[in-house]
């Protein structure tokens, strides 16, 4: 991504982007996979993302698009979590170039619970702990090669990771 | 202080695996207190790990992760003696950073 602090190139490159729209808007129903994913290329805390409350405006808000189940992305999660507030949950994927990981928890409060850069040179394959308020699907996504893939697991929480 | 930041990189031929654990309290600010007042949200935001100048992982942390969080990963490169760099930044500003050699 780049940025231009030249007022002309910018304004250019705003009636281009306006052409281009239009010239979009004209053929009619061409797929959203042109839009780059913003949020989870840029460096920057995804703090939109982390405070909406479904896993689908999550998952909105930090790629800008949706994803697709794909039997690449191994979720390893327990059956059946004793207690909530760690539950221990990994994923793998044969997929190439993945530039970024993402876990959510459906029934959490705000379900993106983490989300990991991959960049080039790092094997995508990530272990971490995650709290559960209830029993929830966990998903996983995976960013690779500007698309999205997706691996859902349920887990049951005999003692939620919320409360006191 | 002692560092809140514990690391292990072990490398193995050609990829480094690292796990680290990071003593840090986690709070989601949706639990209560034994007075019923709500602890305020307090938690990592990003946790980032450097080696040779260039982010190997960046972890993006909501309150969901759990207390004295826990995250292993690998990378290509990286040989014995290296250092890693690890730091987080929480929401409320507050900072670490250490740096560890790779074993």
């Not at chain 1, 959490?108 to 699907?137: C, W």
Request: hydrophobic share 40%.
């Amino acid at each position: 991504m780049t940025i231009t602090d030249n007022g002309f190139t910018a304004t250019r490159r705003l009636v281009l982007q306006g052409a281009g729209l239009v010239i979009l808007v004209g053929l009619g129903n061409i797929p959203l996979g042109v839009a780059p994913a913003l949020a989870a290329a840029n460096d920057k805390y995804p703090e939109d993302a982390f405070k909406q409350k479904g896993e689908a405006d999550a998952i909105k808000s930090l790629y800008g698009k949706t994803a697709e189940p794909s039997d690449k992305v191994k979720l390893d999660a327990p059956e059946i979590a004793e207690n909530g507030a760690v539950v221990p949950i990994s994923l793998t994927t044969t997929l190439a170039d993945v530039t970024s990981i993402s876990f959510l928890v459906s029934e959490n409060p705000n379900a993106l619970a983490a989300s990991y850069q991959i960049p080039p040179g790092t094997v995508p394959a990530v272990a971490n702990r995650l709290k559960m308020a209830k029993t929830s699907n966990v998903i996983a996504i995976v960013e690779a090669g500007g698309k999205l893939y997706s691996a859902t697991r349920e887990v049951k929480v005999t003692v939620g990771g919320c409360g006191g | 202080m002692a560092s809140t930041i514990r690391v292990r990189a072990t490398s193995s031929g050609d990829t480094t695996e690292v796990q680290a654990l990071i003593q840090h309290p986690m709070d989601s600010g949706f639990v209560k207190d034994a007075k019923g007042e709500i602890i305020p949200p307090h938690f990592i935001q990003q946790l980032t790990f450097e080696h040779d100048g260039k982010s190997v992982f960046v972890a993006n942390w909501g309150t969901a992760v759990s207390k004295d969080p826990y995250v292993k990963f690998s990378f290509k490169g990286g040989n014995k003696g290296d250092d890693l760099k690890i730091s987080w930044v929480d929401n409320k500003g507050a900072s670490d950073t250490t740096t560890a050699k790779i074993l």
